[in-house]
T-cell receptor, first 114, second 110 residues
């Protein structure tokens, strides 16, 4: 089975620009969660999608938005980038949206905003 | 103040030593995750537990819900165990809105 893959691995953007990060779920998984990890910190929950619907959101502004597609792959979009958005963005998939299964993480996308 | 606290922040051990990493949380949780993160960022889920104890190879995780405390133990540590270990609690919602600790950087020297 294929694991969780994220693209791109690294990205440099300028303040004010928009960015789209992508995540392909592990085969058979219908739930994707996105996390932001600033340098030296633990990850923070951004939001989760279950069967194409957002079913949980952390303390992030509306300029962080997402999509999940019928094949359960997902996108994270960030508008009006700020310097503090520089971080490692992780997605994780699971076979259940109920929060009671282990998560399978991708290797992350490292975003640098200059 | 983070609701999930880990200790120690940094840990250096010699190969073969028994390792313990602790995690305390101030909120009620339904499940606690132990994760391993290597340099470069990739995270591997080690355990998810809501009670008792789980074992996988040289790794053992325990949790005491009443005391809001969990521990990760590594027996016969090896340099390849060097990584950041993160605990994260799920506060019971039907999703993965986890609250993460800041991680423990473990270095195992040969």
């Amino acid at each position: 089975e294929t694991g969780v893959t994220q693209s791109p691995t690294h990205l440099i953007k300028t303040r004010g620009q928009q960015v789209t990060l992508r995540c392909s779920s592990q085969s058979g998984h219908n739930t994707v969660s996105w996390y932001q990890q600033a340098l030296g910190q633990g990850p923070q929950f951004i939001f989760q999608y279950y069967r194409e619907e957002e079913n949980g959101r952390g303390n992030f502004p509306p300029r962080f938005s997402g999509l999940q597609f019928p094949n359960y792959s997902s996108e994270l979009n960030v508008n009006a980038l700020e310097l503090d958005d520089s971080a490692l963005y992780l997605c994780a998939s699971s076979p259940s949206g109920a929060g009671n299964s282990p998560l399978h993480f991708g290797n992350g996308t490292r975003l640098t905003v200059t | 103040k983070n609701e999930v606290e880990q200790s120690p922040q940094n840990l250096t051990a010699q190969e073969g030593e028994f390792i313990t990493i602790n995690c305390s949380y101030s909120v009620g949780i339904s499940a606690l995750h132990w994760l391993q993160q290597h340099p470069g960022g990739g995270i591997v889920s080690l355990f998810m537990l809501s009670s008792g104890k789980k074992k996988h190879g040289r790794l053992i995780a325990t949790i005491n819900i009443q005391e809001k405390h969990s521990s990760l133990h590594i027996t016969a540590s090896h340099p390849r165990d060097s990584a950041v270990y993160i605990c994260a609690g799920n506060s019971g919602g039907s999703n993965y809105k986890l609250t993460f600790g800041k991680g423990t950087l473990l270095t195992v020297n040969p």
